[in-house]
Structures are given as C-alpha cells and as structure tokens.
C-alpha cells in the first residue's frame, strides 16, 4: 500500500532527530497501549503482519496527525470493531455497553514473559531452492498492491545486491489478508544510495532492504 506510513526517501517531513537515551515509553498510557496490543492478539487471534495492516489503513491526514502509540491504539480499536469484538459506540462511550464476545484466549499476567521470551518465529521450511545467490544483481518489481507489503516504495524497479539469504519465512503480503502464509525464500539486497536517488545519493552510502523472493527479479527483467 502506498499509503503515509511508507515515507521513506520523501521530502518535507523535516529531519530525523533522534533522542538521546530515549525512554521505551515516553507516558504511562504508552506502556497500557502497548500492553492493550499485545493483550487483545491474543484474544482476537490476529498477528503482526495483520496489526501492521491495520495501521497502514489509517486515513493519511489521521495517520500522520497522530503519535507512534496513538497509531497503535487506533489500529486496535478497528481491529476490534471489525472483529465484533467491541461496538464503535462503546469505544465512543469508553466503556462496555453489551455482554463481551467469548474470545479464543486470555493472556494472562503470569504468561506475558514467557511468551514475549518464546516470541512467534516465522521461519518455514520449502520444498523449492533460493531462486537467487548472494553477490546475485537483482531488480526489485515495481510494484503497488493495495494491501500491505514489505517492499519500501522507494527501491521499487531499482537494482540492488543480494547480500544475506535468511531462509523461508511467512509472506507478509499473504498473511495480511487471511491468504496463508504462503513462505517464501527472504533475502537482503542492498542497494546504492546513488542508484535509489541518482545524483543526490551519496556515493559512499547504501541502504538494505530485507525483500521477499517475490519482490524480486534478476537485473535483466524490467
């Protein structure tokens, strides 16, 4: 989706300022949305491909009006309402207005740490070898799918090197909507700041982009 949170290689938006010794959490009602999040995954059953897909939904001006955590919240809550989990009215009201809906688990307090230690990996396992090879020129596929992706918009149709093969692991594209995991071969493929930006790229500098096999074709292909 080429929506505002791809906003990589854009002007206008100002520069980077990182904070030195920046907290996690900058407010207390940060750590309870970040706790909301992980929380309700586990009741309604979704996972990071599809929470990212959510947040990337947001209206642009909405999206870009509001904090990283304040995205976060607003991600959940229509995840919520889609999933009959909640009403918009109660959102609205801030408070239960109707019995809940039985949900498929509760994360409990005492399972939190065991279960951010264990994390959910997404590595798996095909029967078809990489088609691609370290030190290989690829082109990325200029490409703009409505739904989510991984592929930065602005490495779409350039050249890069593969430089790591990181095994099979779960498409995000697919998994998103509810398609199946559908795994595929990940690699990271850099590429030349000058061959992104041309002439206002630094030469000294370059950017990898981890890219699924379908994000990419050899250099030859247009």
Not at 9 to 35: D, K, S, Y
Not at 67 to 80: D, F
């Amino acid at each position: 989706m080429n929506g505002a949170h791809d906003m990589g290689g854009m002007m206008g938006f100002g520069p980077i300022l990182p904070e030195p010794n920046e907290p996690t959490f900058h407010a207390q009602w940060e750590r309870r949305a970040m706790a909301l999040t992980l929380a309700m995954a586990a009741a309604g059953g979704w996972d990071l491909d599809k929470v990212r897909a959510a947040r990337e939904r947001l209206p642009p001006a909405e999206y870009l009006a509001k904090s990283y955590y304040q995205i976060w919240i607003s991600a959940l809550e229509s995840m919520m309402i889609e999933r009959g989990l909640v009403g918009a009215d109660e959102i609205a009201a801030g408070k239960s207005l109707r019995p809940g809906k039985p949900v498929k688990r509760v994360l409990a307090a005492d399972s939190v740490a065991p279960s951010l230690a264990r994390g959910a990996p997404v590595n798996r396992d095909v029967a078809a070898p990489p088609r691609f090879a370290v030190g290989q020129r690829v082109r990325a596929r200029n490409m703009h799918p409505a739904g989510h992706t991984r592929l930065p918009r602005y490495a779409r149709g350039h050249v890069g090197v593969i430089t790591h093969i990181h095994g099979a692991h779960v498409l995000p594209d697919s998994n998103s909507t509810g398609a199946g995991e559908n795994p595929e071969w990940l690699y990271t493929v850099r590429f030349s700041a000058s061959e992104l930006w041309g002439d206002s790229g630094d030469v000294s500098s370059s950017v990898s982009v981890d890219a699924w096999e379908s994000y990419l074709r050899s250099e030859r292909d247009e």
